[in-house]
C-alpha cells in the first residue's frame, strides 16, 4: 500500500472513531492493578508463540502477559468484534494486515503513534503502510509474507521435471504427476483459502479494494481474478489438481504421504510443513511463485502479521511496550528465529545471527538463497490495498466457492458473488462505493 494510498484510506477508517479510540485510552491508562503483576492477555496464532512470551515473562516480572493461541487468523476478527461487544477484549492481539481495517473500523485497534511513531526507519516500508493510516499507526508490524512455491523436489526429480517458473509449465507439472500417478496430485485448489486466492489475483494485477478520497471501488471480479479463477477452473476440471481444503486433518495426511508435490505458500510455511510432515524435511525446493509471463518477477505478500493494542486494555503503556519488544527487540526476534520461520518487518532483525541456519535450512537443506529470495520476493511484491470488510469476502469466497466445486459451477461466477456481496456490505455500514 503507497503512503499516498494509506493517508486516503484513513478518511473512511477513522471517521467517527477518534473519540472512542481516545475515551479507551484514557480509561485504560487510569486503571491499575492494586496488588501484583499487570496481567496482559494475548491472542495469537503464531507457531510457538508461548516460547517467545515466556522470554519476556522471565525478565519482566512485574508485567507478566498471558498467551492464548485458541483463536486462528480466519476468526479473529468475529472473536474481536464479539468480545469487544461483550466488554471483554484482551489486551493484545495477532492480526493479519488484511484484517486491520476492520478492527480499526470497529474501535477494536487502537492508536499507538506516541509510542510507535519515531520507529518508522526500523521497519520494512510494506509493512509500516500497512499498518499507518493518516500518520497513525494502529498496530506494531511483526513479520511480511513473500510468497513461495515449496515443492517436493524428491518427486520432481523422480519424473525429470523441474520447477516451473511460469502458469503454463506448472499446469504441465500438474498432468505429469498426476498421469504417472492418479492418486497424486500437483497442488489442491483449496475453496477455504481466500487468502491464497487474493494473493494469486493481486499477482494477476486485480485490485480487491481501492480508494479515491471517500469513495471506494470494490473490483473482486474484475479480469485479474477472473483469470486466475478461469486457470484453477481449467486445472480442476481437468482433474489434475484435487479440491482438498487447507488446514484439515486430509490436507494434512496429503501433504505428509506425498499425495500433494507442492504447497502455494509463503515465508512462514516451513514450520508448518515440518510439523504436519515431518518424514518429508529435507525433501523440499522452495522457489518464486510462477509467472503469468517468462522472464517476469512479480508476486503479492501472502499473509504477514501484526500485533495490535486493543481500545479495551485497562494497561495500555505496559500493553504497547510489549508489543513494540515482541517484533522489534533482539531478544524477541532471536526467539523468533529459534522457534518460528518468521521473515521480520524488523529490518535489524533480518541481520541476526542464526536467521539462515533455522527451520527452512531442515526443509530444505540444498536452499543456500532462501533467504535472499525472500528479501527479493518482499521487494518486488505488488502494493494492495485492504478494504473495511476483508472478512465478508473471506467467508462469501468459501461459501461461493465451496458450492461451485461441489456442483460443477463456473469460478467466474462465484467471484461475482463475492463482489455483490462485498458492495452491499460495504453500503450497508455506510461506505460510499461506486
Known sequence: MSRKTSRAIAGALTVGLAASLLAGCASSAAETEEDGPVILRYWSWAPNIAKIVEVWNQSHPDVQVEVNTSVGANDIVAKLSAAKEAGSLPDLSNTTYENLPNLIVNGVASDITEAFGDYEDQIAPSAWNLTTFDGKNFAVPQ????QFLYYRADIFESLGLEAPTTWDEYADAARAIHAADPTKYLATFPANDAQLFAALSAQASAEWWTQDESTWSVGIDGEGSTKVADYWQGLVDEGVVTTLKTWTPEWQAALADGTLASWLSAVWAPPLILQNAPDTAGKWGAVQIPQWNEGDSVSAALGGSATVVTTGTKHAKEAQEFAIWLNNSTEALTAYIENASIWPANLAGRELPGL????????????TDFWELAAKTDEEAVPVTWGPNVATAYSTFGDAFGTAISSGGSFADALTTVQDA?????EKLGFTVE
Open 356 to 367: 539462515k541456519d533455522t527451520i527452512p535450512a531442515a526443509l530444505v537443506p540444498e536452499q
Open 422 to 426: 462485498v458492495v452491499a456490505d460495504m
Open 143 to 146: 513479520g511480511t509474507g513473500p
